[in-house]
């Protein structure tokens, strides 16, 4: 408990810090980005707190994590905005610098062998690894105070695997950016505020193995295509104004703009009414100016 110690900056040579599931009180560390060599950092189930406001560090280098491939921060007390700023320096999110898959496995330092290992949330299930691919790119930002809306800049990190940024009270659409993460296998965006269509261009990521979508404002037609269509009901229900399989709630068309028919189209029997009323009305004008002119004829006889 308590806060984190500065005094971890001098590990110029950690790869992996996992302190989740403690009751650290602390503020979004930033100053942790001065580690060289940090490539995963887990925080989640903690009671870190505050926004992540990088703006006002004095620092312009300030949380610029240059290697980081794995951030978990989830479950935690974390509010304000995710800034759009923070994502745009994941560099290692962006592009690979290594020349194809590697495991970190172990590392000997000073006679100690140490063991890595971290505890993740990964396509919806609580797993711990021993072995972590140096493929492997992943955010957690779930079960936390954010608001406003999703950054955009997300869709910048190219090899991103997984991304969860559920239970905040996150608004607005979902960035059409997303389309762009060819590399994701698992997006759970479910239980928060956001509004508008699913964008089309989620259909086309065929990694995408595990979508949560669900207890939104989402609205529109569900993206059809052979891979979206293997995704539940569970991955949408909750979106009162989403339609189309694999919903039962069928989308309803609207209906083209009334015109009015030319007379050469009119149905047979309204140019039939048409004419027997005009008719009916000559016939009864008619008939009372006869009945004047009778009137007035007898009246001179008189």
């Known amino acids: 408990q308590g806060k984190l110690p500065r005094s971890l900056v001098a590990c110029r040579n950690?790869?992996?810090l996992d302190i989740g599931n403690n009751q650290i009180s602390d503020s979004f560390p930033c100053w942790m980005s001065k580690l060289p060599q940090l490539q995963v950092l887990v925080l989640k189930s903690n009671r870190f707190i505050g926004q992540m406001d990088i703006s006002?560090?004095?620092d312009a280098n300030n949380c610029q994590f240059t290697k980081l491939r794995i951030a978990d921060i989830a479950s935690n007390n974390f509010s304000g905005m995710l800034p759009e700023e923070w994502f745009k320096m994941l560099k290692s999110m962006m592009t690979s610098s290594d020349n194809g898959t590697s495991?970190?496995?172990s590392r000997y330092y000073h006679g100690q062998t140490y063991q890595f290992t971290a505890a993740l949330t990964y396509k919806g299930n609580d797993i711990t690894i021993s072995k972590i691919l140096t493929s492997l790119?992943?955010?957690d930002v779930s079960n936390n105070d954010f608001h406003g809306s999703i950054p955009s800049s997300i869709g910048e990190l190219a090899l991103l695997h997984g991304l969860n940024m559920s239970?905040?009270?996150l608004t607005g659409p979902i960035p059409t950016q997303f389309g762009n993460l060819n590399n994701l296998e698992s997006l759970d965006?479910?239980?928060n505020k956001l509004s508008n269509e699913i964008p089309e261009k989620l259909a086309s990521l065929n990694f995408l193995a595990t979508l949560?979508?669900?207890?939104n404002m989402l609205a529109g037609r569900i993206p059809q295509s052979s891979h979206f269509s293997t995704f539940s009901n569970a991955s949408f229900e909750g979106?009162?104004?989403l339609c189309g399989a694999p919903l039962s709630k069928q989308c309803s068309y609207r209906s083209e703009p009334n015109i009015m028919p030319h007379a050469s189209k009119k149905d047979p029997i309204d140019v039939l009414l048409f004419l027997f009323t005009g008719l009916g009305f000559g016939v009864c004008f008619g008939i009372t100016i006869l009945v004047i002119w009778g009137s007035n004829k007898r009246k001179q006889q008189a």
């Open 103 to 105: 495991v970190m496995e």
């Open 189 to 191: 965006l479910s239980s």
């Open 167 to 169: 239970r905040n009270m």
């Open 14 to 16: 950690l790869e992996i």
């Open 137 to 139: 790119v992943l955010i």
């Open 212 to 215: 949560n979508l669900s207890y």
């Open 239 to 241: 979106n009162i104004g």
């Open 56 to 58: 006002y560090t004095g």
